[in-house]
């Protein structure tokens, strides 16, 4: 019946399972994670949660900065209070990193999955505590916070098992007299810059594909989320990892960013965050200074602006709900988030119009810290201004298709944005080319779903898309020609599961690496060659 | 259970067979060609999965155009194997028969989706409730619909609703003298509240229960009987925590015609009906109505549960759900003082062993009901009336495009390869002792062995069966 290119395949037979997700429907779970967001509120309004750098040989400096954060839900909450990182903590750790490389790289393979292993062990004992810090801290709603719960924990365990055969030497061909080995080796010292909008899978993810394959590594956590970030860290050192052999430098990217991705010392940086940034540390990392001995390798996952393309014989039920979560959980702070919609014809377009309108008002906005939200804050001030801005401007230029209410009280307290569809904008509108980031979704009418394809494709970002579409000549059309980093068919363009969905794009989206996948790993490490010529005087061992 | 009554069982459950036999078994009416491919489908998994998908997103095309390129891209693979279908395709192809072939796709699936629909809205399903009377059966309506997406939407199905009861309730021609009200309604929760999820839970619960009070008091004006229909699992909670919250509301507390359903391919259900069954006796004091079905959804919540990493909340063979079946109706016709029971099967030894029980327990034939599906197993249900039991068919009304879903679950079980109905009428499988034979008895450490099991998806797809 499907005609795509779908007939010959290799099926992988990982063991590796995934996290289970919490079953918010035994009440149980629900209490718990209701328990430890009120006692992180009870212990925050005593006071602040504290943020250091952590690294060997730490000395508290003088002349350091504070930054306090109040939750992204409520501006009178004061949160964390950060004692930002200055370049000198930034000479010291990477000094450290730096001389303990040779031997963190030659640390047994087993100890080091051994770090990630204890490290999921220890977070799966925290989980409400962990999961209840990114619905406060992030201001993410329960399932979201709960799924990103279970992508940290895959992501130990996932590049644990990827880490254990990687290492494996593989011997080349099978000639007498002549050993050929092919291994990987670890590269050096590596700079981990996070992100705010997953600050515990990502950081992670990038944390632990580093470590185990025996580099150093610096975690630099998102100024937004630096509790996290600690959190995060303290469960590496907890689960074994040596204090040697990482450091925690929470600071500002402009300052600790951008002097440690400078240095000749790091070989590896792996960021995630804004195309904006994440091009500056390519050219920056490029650059190669005087008396440095390597290239550095950049790893950057950057934004997206993803498309949904609904056919006129797609399953509306399904459809508009798929686009609402695409579109507005997490607010449409994911990088993989929708933020337009390509509807073929004019009949389903109405229809689609009409449903989504409605459902829109239905939507629930309001604090993370309860249960029922699944639409939370923005991050802070400065993004609720700035999309409040570009919403403004785009209702001008297009028209207002639906827009969620919120009371003014709920608005008061946090970065509230309410979620708004728009319509009539041009393809070339900024609406329609930048990543916003935030509660915005456009819907356009298409003649055909091949014309959705070809606007779809328009963007400089190629890192999700969606289709939602009964036609299996149209899906096998998807297939060849939405060429994203992932495609979802039929369900939401959000939520991709290490292993199962390894996530990344092309193009302006990133290097086109996939987290979460097989080769994520590789990009770690240099592999090398030994060969040895096995023959003395004519004689060679047989194999 | 004891040696002389599974002898009973198997005497009735062959005495129902044989007396259905005489009335001439079908599957589907032999209709069209619609049928025919169903019919062939039964034992080709490809032609069944593009037959189901096609079924699926017909009503959602909008021209003759769109159905013949969907009728050939879902064919296409399989019209290299069969001439009939390549002779369709072929056909179609041509402008003047393209009208003709995708008239008659509509035609067919219409007729098909009439056999379990009894119409678009409650006044055009009078006729066939009406028709229904006259063959000594009883029904509850329910209805189908798109998902509840919004407050707007959530509105229109509780309009529905209190304009079916209306309607159905003015209704002389269906007022039948062997029921005292001609209202009986089964009602889903979900599509009464749009934000009906367990993380919303006390604002569900509260919603709904507004909701359902304001239902149920239509329904006891007119002395009529309601059902609250169990959805998946997930909402299991939520659908006991409503039911609970209106029965004890006062002016309901000493209405009797008010039930829930039970199903018994869930795991935790025994539990559930314990603690229904103390709470009855502790706090509600009258009776309540309980459908026992199997469940309509295993597909679903297997293959979900398979992907959240959850234990699967339904029993994996199908053997188990049969035995949980015999269990519970045990139980409630043990408290047939609490609850009145109604056994919802087109499975006659689930069917058979509840009446049995129930004459060993020394009731009557009015202190319980059999329920069906309207438009499946006819003739089994003319022999059971003949036989003097209440039978009562769940009948859906609404629209094509959403009936859709419900018409595709129901082709599901018709062909599911352990469904009990294929298994008499199109596996025609004679020996009366095997489709009757007892479950296999449910212990945990199977169950927990049979969950660790890698289970093939494909294999275990027949076991969707809700007869």
């Known amino acids: 019946m499907t005609t795509h290119n779908t007939d010959n395949y290799i099926q992988d037979n990982s063991k590796f399972k995934n996290c289970p997700f919490l079953d918010f429907s035994i009440e149980e779970n629900r209490t718990k994670l209701s328990n430890e967001i009120s006692k992180l509120i009870t212990q925050a309004k005593k006071d602040f949660f504290s943020v250091t750098s952590i690294y060997k040989n730490h000395s508290i400096k003088t002349n350091s900065i504070e930054r306090i954060n109040s939750l992204p839900e409520d501006s009178s909450i004061l949160f964390t209070k950060t004692i930002e990182a200055t370049t000198e903590d930034c000479e010291v750790a990477l000094e450290t990193l730096k001389s303990y490389f040779p031997t963190w790289s030659k640390t047994q393979i087993e100890t080091r999955v051994k770090v990630l292993e204890s490290a999921s062990k220890i977070m799966q004992e925290r989980r409400f505590e962990l999961t209840a810090l990114l619905c406060l ?38 000639i ?73 430098i929470p600071g500002k990217g402009e300052i600790v960013g951008d002097y440690m991705s400078r240095d000749v010392r790091v070989s590896t940086i792996v960021f995630t965050g804004s195309k ?213 068919i039929n369900r939401q363009c959000t939520g991709a599961l290490v292993y199962r969905q390894p996530f990344g794009g092309a193009h302006m989206s990133g290097m086109g690496s996939k987290a979460g996948g097989p080769d994520y790993l590789i990009q770690f490490t240099v592999p090398r060659v030994v060969t040895e010529n096995t023959i003395r005087r004519g004689f060679a061992p047989t194999s | 259970m004891s040696k002389e009554l599974e002898i009973k069982i198997i005497a009735l459950g062959k005495a129902i067979l044989e007396g259905s036999k005489k009335r001439e078994l079908h599957i589907l009416s032999p209709l069209g060609f619609v049928d025919k491919l169903l019919e062939s489908s039964l034992n080709n998994a490809e032609l069944k999965i593009a037959l189901f998908r096609f079924v699926d997103v017909m009503p959602s095309l909008k021209n ?119 209202v009986n309604i089964s009602i889903k929760l979900s599509s009464l509240y749009e934000s009906t999820n367990p993380l919303n839970f006390e604002q569900s619960v509260l919603k709904l229960s507004e909701k359902l009070s304001s239902l149920f008091r239509l329904v006891k004006e007119s002395k009529g009987t309601a059902f609250v229909d169990m959805e998946d699992s997930s909402l299991v ?84 759900s049969d035995f949980n079946y015999e269990k519970l109706s045990y139980k409630l016709l043990n408290n047939t003082k609490y609850v009145y029971p109604a056994f919802a099967s087109h499975n006659i030894r689930s069917l058979s062993n509840a009446i049995c029980i129930a004459s060993e327990l020394k009731l009557e034939k009015h202190d319980f009901e059999i329920q069906t599906l309207y438009g499946m197993g006819e003739e089994f249900k003319d022999e059971l009336v003949a036989r003097g039991f209440s039978v009562r068919e769940y009948a859906p009304v609404g629209k094509m495009l959403p009936g859709m879903a419900y018409l595709v679950r129901r082709l ?43 289970f093939n998806l494909v294999k275990n797809n027949g076991n969707n069966d809700n007869s």
């Not at chain 1, 200074?289 to 056919?311: A, L, P, Y």
């Not at chain 2, 619909?145 to 509105?155: D, V």
């Not at chain 2, 015609?257 to 025994?270: D, N, P, S």
């Not at chain 2, 398979?306 to 994996?316: A, E, L, M, T």
């Open chain 2, 237 to 320: 909670d939520i659908t006991l925590a409503v039911v609970k919250n209106v029965l004890t509301k006062e002016e309901f507390s000493n209405y009797k015609k008010f039930g829930i359903v039970l199903q018994a391919y869930l795991k935790r259900t025994e539990k559930d009906l314990d603690n229904i069954l103390d709470w009855i006796k502790n706090e509600r004091k009258t009776q309540i109505q309980i459908r026992l079905v199997k469940g309509a959804y295993w597909d679903t919540e297997f293959m979900s549960s398979i992907s959240n990493g959850w234990d699967c909340p339904v029993f994996i063979e199908k053997t188990h």
């Open chain 2, 412 to 454: 599901l079980e018709n062909t599911a390869n352990e469904g009990f109905l294929r298994r008499v009428s199109f596996d025609k499988i004679s020996d009366l002792d095997e489709l009757l034979k007892a479950p296999s008895i449910y212990n945990l450490a199977h169950d927990l062995e049979s969950n660790n099991k890698e």
């Open chain 1, 176 to 248: 007498q007299g002549e050993d050929n080995f092919y291994f990987y080796e670890p590269r050096g010292v590596a700079l981990v810059i996070c992100p705010w909008n997953f600050p515990l899978a990502i950081p992670c993810g990038m944390f632990s594909a580093a470590i185990v394959t025996g580099n150093p590594a610096i975690l630099k956590p998102s100024e937004e989320t630096p509790l996290i970030g600690k959190r995060l860290y303290e469960i590496f050192l907890e689960a074994g990892l040596p204090k040697e052999a990482s450091a925690f």
């Open chain 2, 64 to 182: 003759s155009k769109e159905i013949v390129s969907h009728l050939e891209e879902y064919f296409l693979e399989i019209a290299k194997k069969s001439n009939i279908i390549k002779l369709i395709i072929k056909l179609s192809k041509l402008p003047i028969l393209r009208e003709i072939v995708s008239t008659l796709a509509k035609t067919q699936i219409n007729s098909i989706s009439k056999k379990f629909i009894l119409g678009e809205s409650p006044t055009e399903a009078l006729y066939k409730l009406a028709k229904l009377k006259t063959k000594n059966r009883k029904y509850t309506v329910d209805l189908l619909g798109e998902a509840a997406l919004s407050g707007a939407e959530s509105e229109e199905y509780f309009f529905r609703y209190k304009e079916l009861i209306k309607i159905l309730s003015a209704n002389s021609q269906i007022k039948g003298d062997n029921e005292d009200s001609p």
């Open chain 1, 137 to 174: 801290e992030a201001g993410k709603p329960w399932s979201d916070a709960d799924g990103e719960f279970c992508e940290a924990v895959d992501f130990l365990e996932y590049y644990a098992l990827q880490a254990k055969s990687l290492f494996l030497k593989t011997k080349m061909g099978t």
């Open chain 1, 276 to 488: 904006e940034v994440g091009l500056k540390l390519i050219k920056v990392g490029g650059d190669t200074k005087k008396g440095q001995t390597h290239v550095k390798r950049i790893i950057s996952e950057m934004g997206g602006k993803n498309s949904i393309i609904i056919d006129s014989d797609a399953d509306l039920d399904e459809a508009v709900r798929g686009t609402i979560i695409s579109a507005f959980s997490y607010t449409g702070q994911k990088c993989s988030a929708c933020s337009k919609v390509f509807i073929v014809g004019e009949e389903t377009y109405l229809k689609f119009r009409e449903r989504i309108s409605a459902a829109l008002l239905s939507l629930k906005v309001g604090p993370t810290s309860e249960s029922a939200n699944t639409v939370g804050p923005v991050i802070n001030e400065e993004a609720q201004k700035r999309i409040e801005k570009t919403i403004a401007e785009g209702k001008l230029r297009g028209a207002t298709v639906s827009e969620t209410k919120l009371s003014e009280d709920v608005k008061k307290r946090g970065n509230f944005v309410c979620p708004v569809v728009l319509e009539n904008l041009s393809l070339s509108d900024t609406i329609s080319t930048d990543e916003i980031f935030g509660p915005v979704l456009s819907m356009y009418m298409v003649e055909s779903f091949e014309e959705g394809v070809k606007f779809a494709t328009l963007s400089e970002y190629r890192l999700t898309g969606g289709v939602y579409s009964r036609s299996p000549k149209n899906i096998d059309y998807a297939y060849r020609e939405f060429n994203v980093g992932n495609l979802y």
